[in-house]
């Protein structure tokens, strides 16, 4: 038997002015089931809680309906009140009579109508409610972070010296990312590595964080909380529990002339190699695919000159499980190469590079120690084209968005040019010019006021190579069209930011969502940038979308305080208002049949297929089952089910429908 | 199988010699071509600058026409044909308005089925094997393969080679024992149609042009396009004067470069027609 | 708005609380006014709704419904609008072979940042339905129905 108490709020006058409360609550009193019915000029305040509270005390009430304003606003408020007073929260319901009645409707008989038809129809879901409990999902207290770029490094720390367990695994040898290849940045030209570096030390030192490089994420199953995660690791080819890090196998490993992947393809290495001199771990791998042991069974010079025999050929790739509470993702990005361009050679120029490769001839630890060189002759040049926007901003070309980088790296590299070649010159072609951060905009000034670097606003149309120079031919817009073309010694392209290859692939071993360039998608892109749609998986940096460090870095440490507030509570709290798949009594255990279709709609994963076995353990029949942890109470699933065996808790089929009838009979 | 032939009116008029290089080789090598009868001007550059409608029938009657005398492929060796053909066929394939109103104006029912070929597909499609294995004199010379602006574009409505650096012309030269030079203009524009109104445009790009291929110490230059031909060849004088050098390259059709490598009579493939004498190959 | 010799249609309006039912507080806080025959049922997402709780509504007595949820693609739980919109082509093809006057069904996109576009739904579907008169025929037939279940019960 219900007991039912109804409080209808005037809101000062916000609800009075159009709706007689008076009467609402009069004539909602007369329905049965109602207890006690009352109005009360402000039902949120104290005086207003402590109504409610006392009205449950006194008349026992089962449930609870407030009419008032939005359930979008105060409906946590209410059920607080109600539970402070021994009433399940879930018992209690909030009529929207403000934003919904009141304010959008004349004063009147009919608006009062409403109002009363709106509190009844509630009346009659409480009727049907269940006392729910809050779910309680336990939390593993560890954390994986994949990918160990700047993005990686800044959570990795932030969620460590929380006191916290973490886990980075980065694919390549050495963790650093791209921030590594960098000369200086922008806008304080700091050398990248000298502020990169600490970092890295700090990574491989700190006692919460275990660091698996030359790794990979293999497999992810269960939900925030609960993560079963496989990692790879690829087999190095060398204990590092015995190598000391001395080099001596990379001096004498006879394959020297193996394109760098940290030079951007400018320089060479090893086949056993340390990818650059300050790389953390700082011990090496062997690159299978060049190394003349694995390729054609000679060689073997490495092991014979490792001092400690740390060399190890033929072991199997590992894998190793561990089970974390919350994942971050900071795989990071990638810059297109110059063979994307039929415009700019196809990629068969020596002289035309992209962004990258002009970090890496700029850095001092680069293939040309710092000096600008031509890739092809290692001549200085003396006219150099950067061109912005390859790629970027194009729909012809498949890439609409903008790269958001390339404007200040653009004019970073021009002024290290002039910096380095005092009489050299320097033109960049842009479409505009986006310096939004902080000193950005003074620091193209710089670049073209001080450094005298020549910006012309046109697209370059076409470059070609003849007599050793690069002929550039564009156009100056601001001059009307008029075709520019300039002999250039070299031309750097600054190329759009990609996702990285093999994002797809990860993106759907981690269910989550990404968008048509393969950037993965943020839960909602103004209000949960660092979240994704899957509870306890979080995003930082680039592969979200291009960005800056500072912007890397500040995302990075969202997510780490996402992770941590996550693991600050002793469980994992949720709103239980979640499907459930109805058990009964054997032998039919459940009205289920086993058709997952419910399976099929649920966007979050959250069904699960449950065996019902007999006392000997032989399956019985396979049914739904919903997991706590993942639902998102959609609801999705509950409208498929053909035989009505799922229901979703605060919404069930019985509330439903008893408001519906209630809004009819009114 | 027969493979219809649509001429257009430059084959029969200014650039004779590259209906009979075509028709000498197609001889030669076993390819039965039959003239599209009744064909009408495809309305080139005039037809598309004026009136649209104009310039979706005039093509569209062409293509009819080949339709109703059973070819399921046509070639067409003039560039601008090829490309207002194609053009044609694209837009009408995206729209059933317009296909219906062309039909109206041309008085018979158009279908869109018939496969439009450049001459460089039709060899590519039918005779390089053919070619490979007649070769009898190989065209042992550097040349610049120039493909003009229309035989590549708009990629979306050819789909034919690269649009930035086409590759087609250089293979098939190769395959007779050239060396096609890798050069800076090979789909830069000679100036087309400005060749009557304004010389002075032509003399300018095609001179350019011609500039780049002396520069590269290239032999002939290789074309597959009336227009590009006459505006090389026939206006070399103003090219000679805008350049203030005299260039001596001559430009050959890509069916006479390989009609000579097939061993067929210079004067059968209209090498006496041209204005820059083909007297060093 | 209010009572004259007009018939004043009954309008149930079935609704996901992320969107449409933040766009309908949204006209509130906007103070746009509309009709007051529209009363809104909130759902988790448009993908809950059960399309049968259609059928209830006219059963009662409704004269016209309005389904509304967010814009495809921009469903808070990723897909269940999705699902919503197929299900509801195959359901209004259902019904109009069965007779039911579909076009006293509206299913619409309201987002969350459109107050002005639900009070114009909600007007020009009280228009709508005012045009269309009173909805009598399903409530004969559900009525009819249920006494022959009920004699069927003996």
């Avoid at chain 1, 808790?649 to 809004?663: I, T």
Wanted: proline share 5%; with cysteine; aromatic share 8%.
């Amino acid at each position: 038997m219900s007991k039912i108490g109804v409080f209808i709020c005037h809101c000062g006058e916000n609800i009075s002015a159009t709706v007689d409360c008076q009467k609402v609550a009069e004539e909602v009193g007369k329905v049965e089931g109602v207890e006690f019915a009352t109005d009360y000029k402000y039902m949120c305040s104290d005086p207003g809680q402590n109504l409610i509270k006392q009205a449950i005390k006194e008349h026992h009430l089962t449930g609870v309906v407030v009419g008032s304003c939005s359930p979008r606003m105060h409906e946590p408020t209410f059920r607080k009140t109600c539970a402070s007073a021994g009433l399940n929260p879930f018992m209690c319901e909030v009529a929207n009579l403000r934003e919904q009645c009141s304010w959008v409707h004349e004063k009147g008989e009919s608006t009062t109508e409403k109002a009363i038809s709106l509190v009844k129809m509630l009346v009659e879901k409480v009727k049907k409610d269940q006392p729910l409990q809050s779910i309680e999902v336990p939390i593993t207290k560890k954390a994986l972070v994949i990918g160990g770029g700047i993005a990686g490094i800044q959570a990795a720390l932030d969620i460590a010296n929380c006191g916290h367990q973490v886990i980075l695994v980065e694919k390549e040898p050495s963790i650093g990312g791209h921030m590594s290849q960098l000369s200086e940045t922008f806008p304080t030209l700091d050398c990248s590595q000298c502020i990169l570096t600490p970092r890295m030390v700090e990574v491989a030192q700190h006692p919460n964080i275990t660091l698996y490089t030359y790794a990979e994420l293999e497999k992810v199953e269960g939900s925030i909380g609960n993560f079963d995660v496989t990692i790879r690791l690829k087999a190095k080819s060398v204990d590092f529990s015995k190598c000391t890090g001395c080099g001596t196998c990379q001096q004498k490993c006879p394959q020297k002339k193996i394109p760098s992947e940290f030079n951007a393809g400018l320089g060479t290495r090893t086949a056993i190699y340390v990818p650059f001199p300050q790389a953390v771990p700082n011990k090496p791998v062997i690159d299978k695919e060049h190394c003349n042991y694995y390729q054609k069974g000679k060689c073997k010079l490495c092991s014979k000159v490792c001092p400690v025999g740390a060399i190890e050929y033929d072991k199997p790739d590992e894998f190793i499980k561990e089970n974390v509470g919350a994942i971050v993702v900071t795989t990071g990005f990638n810059v297109l190469n110059t063979d994307f361009f039929p415009e700019y050679g196809y990629g068969k120029y020596k002289d035309v590079i992209n962004g990258l490769q002009f970090e890496r001839l700029a850095s001092a630890s680069g293939p040309t120690l710092g000096e600008i060189r031509r890739p092809s002759d290692g001549a200085i040049p003396k006219k150099i084209v950067f061109i912005a926007c390859c790629g970027s901003r194009d729909p012809a070309k498949g890439i609409p968005y903008c790269s958001k980088i390339c404007c200040m790296y653009t004019a970073k590299h021009a002024m290290l040019y002039q910096h380095k070649v005092h009489d050299g010159e320097s033109y960049i072609f842009y479409m505009d010019v986006r310096a939004t951060g902080k000193n950005y905009e003074e620091f193209v000034r710089r670049a073209i006021e001080e450094d005298g670097v020549k910006y012309v606003r046109g697209r370059v149309a076409r470059v070609y190579e003849k007599n050793g120079k690069l002929i550039v031919k564009g156009a100056d817009t601001l001059l009307g069209g008029q075709p520019v073309e300039i002999e250039a010694d070299m031309v750097v392209l600054a190329t759009a930011g990609v996702s990285n290859p093999g994002a797809e692939q990860l993106a759907q071993k981690m269910h989550i969502s990404y968008d048509p360039y393969y950037f993965f998608s943020e839960a909602h892109p103004k209000l949960r940038p660092v979240e994704t749609n899957t509870a306890g998986i979080f995003l930082a940096g680039a592969c979200q979308s291009p960005k800056d460090i500072p912007d890397t870095v500040s995302m990075a440490s969202g997510a780490a305080a996402k992770v941590a507030a996550l693991f600050s509570q002793k469980n994992l709290v949720r709103e239980p208002v979640i499907a459930v798949v109805n058990r009964c009594a054997p032998p039919v255990f459940s009205t289920c049949v086993g058709c997952f279709m419910c399976e099929t709609a649920c966007p979050y994963h959250a069904i699960e297929r449950e065996d019902i076995k007999d006392r000997k353990g032989n399956v019985i029949k396979t049914v739904a089952k919903v997991n706590p942890g993942l639902c998102q109470g959609c609801g999705t699933c509950v409208a498929f089910c053909r035989s009505k065996s799922i229901d979703i808790q605060g919404f069930s089929n019985e509330e439903m429908y008893s408001e519906v009838v209630s809004l009819l009979n009114s | 199988m027969k493979i219809g032939f649509y001429p257009g009116c430059s084959l029969k008029g200014t650039s004779r010699e590259y209906n009979e290089s075509v028709l000498a080789l197609a001889k030669a090598l076993d390819i039965q071509l039959e003239e599209i009868d009744d064909w009408n001007c495809c309305g080139a550059t005039a037809a598309h600058s004026v009136n649209k409608e104009l310039s979706l029938s005039l093509p569209a009657r062409v293509l009819a026409l080949a339709e109703h005398q059973g070819f399921k492929e046509i070639v067409v060796p003039c560039a601008a044909c090829y490309n207002r053909l194609s053009t044609t066929q694209y837009e009408l394939a995206q729209d059933e308005e317009k296909k219906k109103k062309v039909s109206e104006i041309i008085g018979m029912p158009y279908d869109g089925s018939v496969k439009i070929l450049n001459v460089l597909q039709m060899l590519q499609k039918y005779s390089l094997d053919t070619i490979k294995s007649k070769i009898v004199k190989p065209f042992a010379y550097k040349v610049a393969c120039y493909y003009g602006c229309l035989l590549v574009r708009p990629h979306k409505v050819l789909q034919f080679d690269r649009v930035e650096d086409p590759q087609v012309m250089d293979s098939m030269m190769s395959l007779i024992g050239a060396t096609p030079i890798d050069w800076a203009f090979k789909t830069e524009c000679c100036g087309g149609g400005f060749t009557e109104s304004r010389t002075d445009i032509v003399a300018k790009l095609s001179g350019n042009v011609m500039k780049d291929v002396n520069d590269r110490g290239a032999e002939a230059v290789i074309v597959a396009c009336p227009m590009c031909h006459s505006n090389l060849d026939m206006r070399r004088p103003e090219i000679d004067k805008y350049l203030g050098e005299d260039v001596k390259v001559p430009v050959l059709y890509i069916t006479q470069a390989i009609g000579l490598a097939l061993g067929i009579e210079p004067e059968t493939l209209g090498l006496q027609r041209h204005f820059v004498k083909v007297n060093t190959i | 708005m209010d009572n004259n010799n007009e018939f004043e249609p009954k309008i149930v309006a079935f609704v996901c609380n992320w969107c449409t039912y933040a766009g309908a507080d949204l006209t509130g806080t906007s103070r746009i006014k509309y009709a007051t025959n529209v009363k809104i049922v909130r759902f988790p997402c448009t993908g809950r709704i059960d399309f049968m709780l259609l059928l209830k509504a006219f059963a009662g007595g409704a004269d016209g419904i309005i389904i509304s949820g967010c814009h495809p693609n921009d469903c808070h739980y990723t897909s269940g609008n999705f699902h919503a919109r197929r299900r509801w082509i195959t359901f209004r093809h259902m019904l109009e072979i069965l007779g039911v006057d579909v076009r006293r069904i509206c299913f619409t996109w309201v987002s969350a940042a459109e107050g002005a576009k639900w009070a114009d739904v909600v007007n020009d579907n009280v228009a709508n339905i005012r045009k269309l008169g009173p909805y009598k025929e399903y409530t004969k037939v559900a009525q009819y129905f249920e006494k022959e279940a009920y004699n069927e019960q003996d």
